[in-house]
């Protein structure tokens, strides 16, 4: 094996390993760690509301135009 072609096979790997890694992660989640999560960061009080249109639309809104 050339030394590319090893490096690779050890990418791929640990590239596997990762996403594996991730996956139990995100399994590993738990409702109690959800709503303890949105209680903390999902705040009526801070929401926002954003649409995406085009500029045409937009002036027929009467709505405030942030491009960006």
Do not use: M, W
Not at 23 to 34: F, G, I, M, P, S
């Amino acid at each position: 094996l050339s030394s590319s072609s090893a490096a690779s096979d050890v990418y791929k790997r640990q590239g596997k390993a990762c996403t594996e890694q991730f996956r139990n992660q995100v399994l590993a989640v738990t409702e109690a760690d959800l709503k303890r999560v949105a209680s903390t960061y999902l705040r009526e009080d801070a929401a926002q509301t954003a649409v995406i249109t085009n500029t045409e639309l937009a002036a027929s809104t009467n709505l405030e135009i942030v491009s960006i």
